[in-house]
């Protein structure tokens, strides 16, 4: 049940230059990258540790305004380090916004980082554009951090990862459809497609009956010349006409 208590972030209505950002990763080179992108923004602070135990340890005595951290690390993870920050019992640790960068970024998997508190998740390999835009929108970022029983949650979270579950039930279902439909559509098309080539069978049938017989034609015209011929021969030849006007021909 909710409990109502608000209270916004620990990065919101700061400016980007005085921003304190804890950076966790067990990977010695990714921390020297993601040092590399922050520090560009020209924040105020940019702290690394490569454990996450240790980066909780050393956030407890000062805490920062942002923690950016990888997820699968031991051992202690960056889901774990999540959820005990968002701990009621761990103010002020519990208001720090938490961006989770993650090689394994699974439907699943985000959604339950943000069901536990993540403000932004993203995915390996990442662009120094991408988290420097997540980075200055927190700065921004109205969105209430809300008391959940014992934990803190992200005010409205829920409703959206809610949305997003209906969306993907909805598609499961029209998959689920499409798959039982399939194989019935595939056998109709089918039984068109032999109805189809039968009826091509039957009219080039008919086709090939209506046209006249190919020699039967060349009989018929030898006949015509014959006869031609015959009565041509037949008819009486004409002499040429004369007249004996001074012995010329006319």
């Known amino acids: 049940m909710l409990d109502g208590f608000l209270e916004h972030h620990a990065a919101y209505g700061l400016s980007i230059e005085s921003l304190d950002i804890v950076i966790v990763d067990d990977s010695k ?6 040092r590399s992108m922050i520090s560009s ?5 940019v702290r690394t ?9 050393a956030i407890m005595h000062e805490p920062p305004n942002v923690i950016v951290t990888d997820l699968n690390m031991a051992p202690m993870s960056g889901m774990q380090l999540l959820s005990l920050i968002r701990n009621a019992t761990m103010k002020p640790l519990c208001y720090i916004p938490v961006i989770v960068v993650t090689a394994h970024a699974t439907e699943q998997r985000v959604a339950k980082l943000f069901e536990t508190g993540a403000h932004h998740v993203l995915a390996k390999p990442m662009s120094s554009a991408a988290i420097q835009q997540r980075i200055a929108s927190l ?12 934990r803190y949650v992200i005010d409205g979270m829920e409703e959206v990862l ?4 209906n969306r993907l039930r909805s598609l499961a279902k029209a998959r689920q459809f499409h798959e039982q439909t399939l194989p019935q559509a595939r056998r109709s098309q089918r039984d068109v497609d032999r109805i189809l080539h039968k009826a091509d069978e039957e009219e080039e049938f008919i086709d090939a009956q ?3 017989s190919l020699w039967s034609g060349r009989g018929s015209g030898r006949s015509h010349k014959e006869g ?7 008819r009486p030849s004409r002499s ?11």
């Open 49 to 57: 540790y490569d454990r996450a135990d240790v980066a909780l340890h």
């Open 29 to 34: 080179s990714v921390l020297t990258m993601i």
């Open 210 to 212: 209506a046209k006249p």
């Open 139 to 150: 700065c921004s970022d109205k969105r209430l951090m809300l008391l959940d029983g014992d």
């Open 41 to 45: 923004m020209k924040v105020a602070r």
């Open 162 to 165: 809610e949305e997003k579950r």
């Open 228 to 234: 031609d011929a015959a009565s041509t021969s037949s």
């Open 240 to 250: 040429p006409r004369f007249a004996s006007v001074g012995g010329r021909r006319r």
